[in-house]
């Protein structure tokens, strides 16, 4: 189980960066397009406020014992998304910082054995509630990047970016063929299995780079990631 309180150190980072970043853009930035396909950077603000949100859901469940899904239906995460992708830039900067309020708030309501309940994740995986902090301090850094406001991979913190490498190959690794995948090494930081890699089949770079291999922010020329870099299926 992830420790929740160190966790969430991660996210107040996050959270004041993207605060800072947002903040800074113009009114006429709201429709420009974000590093997402089809998404502009509304739909990216508007998607990080409802998630925050979506996340206080679950932080209640752990509270409350009460179930209270993330998502009313399968549909509501794309349609509030895209209802409120055209609003004005002032109201997705408040939207932003109020619902990172929101999800502060719920995550300091927990008691310690709160953050040991068993909650239901978008994705329909049991998780404990401890690791909603992850969530949450996952999908902030990485759509920081998103944004295109300046800021690369190489801004996460070390530790965080790490954790992050070893939850995406993780992931990956129940999806790619048997015989496919490499030993991911970072100095200082050891190896973790992507797949099921032949012997001497060996990725290295600093957690950052491979970091942003793996979730598809950097193309297969990252200059620092070195090795024979395997075809990778598309992160969430």
């Given at each position: 189980m ?16 993207l605060q800072?970043?947002?903040?800074a853009?113009?009114a ?24 925050a949100?979506a ?29 409120g ?7 997705q ?21 709160a ?5 239901v994740?978008?994705q329909g995986?049991?998780i404990?509630?401890?690791?909603v902090?992850w969530?949450r ?7 920081l990047?998103?944004?295109?406001v300046?800021v ?33 090494r ?27 291999w793996?979730?598809?922010?950097s193309?297969?020329?990252?200059p ?12 969430l």
């Amino acid at each position: 189980m992830r420790d929740p309180k160190r966790v969430l150190g991660w996210v107040e980072d996050g959270q004041c960066r993207l605060q800072q970043a947002v903040d800074a853009l113009s009114a006429d930035e709201v429709t420009a397009p974000s590093a997402l396909p089809g998404w502009t950077r509304g739909h990216l603000l508007t998607h990080l406020a409802r998630n925050a949100d979506a996340l206080v859901n679950l932080l209640t469940w752990a509270r409350t014992g009460i179930p209270t899904p993330m998502y009313t239906s399968p549909d509501q995460r794309v349609t509030d998304i895209e209802a409120g992708a055209g609003r004005p830039m002032a109201e997705q900067q408040a939207d932003v910082r109020e619902s990172a309020a929101r999800f502060w708030k719920a995550a300091e309501a927990l008691s310690d054995d709160a953050w040991s309940a068993t909650v239901v994740s978008g994705q329909g995986r049991e998780i404990p509630a401890s690791e909603v902090p992850w969530l949450r301090a996952r999908e902030v850094w990485i759509h920081l990047v998103d944004l295109r406001v300046g800021v690369g991979m190489d801004t996460l913190p070390t530790d965080l970016a790490w954790a992050l490498v070893r939850d995406v190959a993780g992931w990956m690794s129940a999806r790619l063929d048997p015989g496919i995948g490499a030993e991911l090494r970072a100095e200082g930081h050891g190896t973790v299995a992507l797949g099921t890699p032949s012997a001497g089949v060996t990725v290295m770079g600093p957690p950052s780079a491979l970091a942003a291999w793996l979730t598809g922010r950097s193309g297969t020329e990252e200059p620092h990631v070195t090795g024979e870099l395997p075809s990778l299926p598309r992160w969430l």
